[in-house]
């Protein structure tokens, strides 16, 4: 038999918007790109990303995950939320981006709780993070499931 | 250095290289990702909770598979979408490395939307480690 999780399903619907903006730099950028692998010089050299129309370098094409984690704490380790982080795995992630993340935006982020389901002792939890520059409009979409283990599963 | 362009075939096979992980990447991911779990980097810890050593993120190895895909194009923002299912941890010896099998495939082409999903089949030791790892990649 498998233990229940305390993962709070009245919570889906809510929309967590409290993190602080979060500045992209250009040395954040390369720092995600060599620890991925992404050699293009597009994320590493200004004057290449400028010469292709970009204001500056670019980020890869994971790294608004950087952004939408810190996000997703707000929710992930609110005491209400229910969530064991100790019994989390990281079950499905996915990004849209609606434009390329530039070094120098501002991001915002809106964490949105769209699901919670439970089956055999195991809370699947699905956050989608709308990233949007200092403007409104959208940057990056980024969902992202947890699998919460109930105490004996 | 490619782009995807009208009339690729689904099917044809567009990259298949590896990349090499080791200890020091996972440090390294931890770092620049700002996922600190020590069950990325702390031996004992891994063990305890279950697991049969320290393991890679799945983010790392969506990472890396992602910059394969996005290296191969000559513009990486031809990536529209990148989605993957985190089906199998992926162990990292020390001393040693784990080695990455990325594969990109066409698995089909959209022209009304301008767009290909490009299929990413990331194994280790012949074993898959990412499920559903699919790209929406831009049509040139």
């Given at each position: 038999m498998s233990g229940m999780t305390h993962v709070n399903a009245d919570l889906?619907?809510?929309?967590?918007?409290?993190?602080?903006?979060?500045?992209?730099?250009?040395?954040?950028?390369?720092?995600?790109?060599?620890?991925v692998g992404a050699r293009s010089p597009l994320h590493h050299d200004p004057d290449t990303a400028r010469a292709s129309g970009h204001a500056d370098v670019i980020a890869p094409v994971t790294f608004a995950v950087v952004v939408a984690q810190r996000a997703e704490a707000e929710y992930v380790d609110s005491p209400e939320a229910g969530i064991d982080f100790s019994r989390v795995v990281h079950a499905n992630e996915s990004f849209t981006a609606h434009r390329p993340i530039v070094a120098g935006d501002r991001l915002h982020t809106a964490v949105h709780v769209?699901?919670?389901?439970?089956?055999?002792?195991?809370?699947?939890?699905?956050?989608?993070?709308?990233?949007?520059?200092?403007?409104?409009?959208?940057?990056?979409?980024?969902?992202?499931t947890l699998a919460v283990r109930g105490a004996d599963a | 250095?490619?782009?995807?362009?009208?009339?690729?075939?689904?099917?044809?096979?567009?990259?298949?290289?590896?990349?090499?992980?080791?200890?020091?990447?996972?440090?390294?991911?931890?770092?620049?990702?700002?996922?600190?779990?020590?069950?990325?980097?702390n031996e004992?810890?891994?063990?305890?909770v279950?697991?049969?050593?320290?393991?890679?993120?799945?983010?790392?190895?969506?990472?890396?598979?992602?910059?394969?895909?996005?290296?191969?194009?000559?513009?990486?923002?031809?990536?529209?979408?990148?989605?993957?299912?985190?089906?199998?941890?992926?162990?990292?010896?020390?001393?040693?490395?784990?080695?990455?099998?990325?594969?990109?495939?066409v698995g089909a082409v959209d022209a009304d939307a301008g767009t290909v999903r490009v299929d990413?089949?990331?194994?280790?030791?012949?074993?898959t480690v990412l499920g559903k790892a699919q790209a929406q990649v831009r049509l040139r």
């Open positions: 889906v619907g809510r929309v967590f918007s409290g993190t602080p903006p979060y500045v992209v730099s250009a040395v954040k950028i390369a720092e995600f790109a060599d620890a769209d699901s919670v389901t439970e089956r055999a002792g195991i809370a699947m939890v699905t956050t989608r993070c709308e990233i949007s520059d200092d403007t409104g409009a959208p940057v990056s979409t980024v969902t992202s | 250095m490619s782009a995807l362009r009208a009339g690729v075939a689904v099917g044809t096979e567009l990259f298949s290289v590896t990349r090499s992980v080791d200890r020091a990447a996972l440090v390294r991911y931890a770092g620049a990702g700002g996922d600190f779990n020590p069950i990325h980097w004992a810890f891994a063990r305890e279950g697991l049969p050593g320290v393991i890679a993120h799945g983010m790392l190895t969506m990472g890396i598979a992602g910059s394969v895909l996005s290296d191969w194009l000559d513009d990486p923002t031809d990536v529209l979408a990148y989605g993957v299912r985190f089906t199998r941890p992926v162990p990292v010896p020390y001393p040693g490395e784990a080695v990455l099998a990325v594969v990109g495939t990413l089949r990331v194994s280790v030791d012949g074993t």
